[in-house]
């Protein structure tokens, strides 16, 4: 590792295949950073227990994340790509940092308050813990940036709370990290309710653009996407605000900037609008998905990566964790 090289830590769950959202919103800036930070992503399968799971669900989308990370562009040779219940630093840094995270704090995350409603019948004491999980992830590694979508912003500020007071108490010994957004792409709506993010787990298959779609169906869900009866393409997330989805979609996919894509479909109709989208989306998933084809069917190969990327990980969450352990006073 480059130690010249700011230090980039992220994350995401295997809780589903993986949308559009993550890719624009998360997954292509990792893959970007990649040449000038020193980076490590994870499998994040702790935090995808949070919620109720089927053990085979989980255990193939995990797998298919590890290939998904492969496939966008994720190069183990120059990152640290691993799972993250394979480095139980993880889970012991947890505990040592709950102690430094106040009741009051975790209530107001506005993710537990939406998963309570969802999960209305399973609020567990994960659930709301969950983001403590999220700050050993990036503590443990001395990480200076967080690349993610706007929805884990808070996460991150909780994160650096948490961080500052433990330094306040025991000197400079973890690294505050800064959240790190991009400015498109930081939050793709749901195409069927465009006050939503776009999610994974959504119970509507309408509602997200899934990596892995066939062209077909990516074709079919634009087209049903929701707009409004203007017919005409403007950005304004106040009173249009699937249309201006569409357009950072768009935007995302294809590089061109709002006052572009505004210009190109000035007096066409929104038939026209969707299915240019839809087509910018299919040509930006159809090489991804060839090469996640080909990684896939060799688990060998992901096996043997991941395994390496574990003891990595492990060997700089152990030394952060241990430093931590050493400060509180335990007797190592
Ligand atoms: P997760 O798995 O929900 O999402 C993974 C990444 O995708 C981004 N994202 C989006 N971006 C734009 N538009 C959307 N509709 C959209 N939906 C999701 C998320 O912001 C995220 O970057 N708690 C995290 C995983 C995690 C993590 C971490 C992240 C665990 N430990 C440590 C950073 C650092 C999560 O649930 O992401």
Redesign the pocket.
Known sequence: MDKAKKRV?????P?GTL?I??Y???LKNHVAMQEDYDCIF?V?DL?AITVKQEPEKLYMHTLELYAIFLAVGLDPEKSIIFIQSHVPAHTEFTWLLNCFTQFGELSRMHQFKEKSKTHSDNINAGLFDYPV??AA??LLYNTEL?P?????KQ?IELARNVAQRVNGIYGDILVVPEPYIPRT?????SLQDPSK???KSDSNINAFISILDEPDTIIKKFKRAVTDSEALVKFDEESKPGVSNLMNIYSCATGRSIAEIEKEFEGKGYGDFKMAVAQSVVDVLSPIQAEYKRIISDKAYMSKKFTVAAERAADIANDTLRRLKEKIGFYI
């Open positions: 830590f992220s994350a995401i769950q809780s949308t959202g993550n624009f919103g998360a994870s994040a935090h999980l999220m992830d990036i967080v993610t979508g706007q929805d884990q996460h792409g930081a939050k793709i709506t993010k776009m999610s």
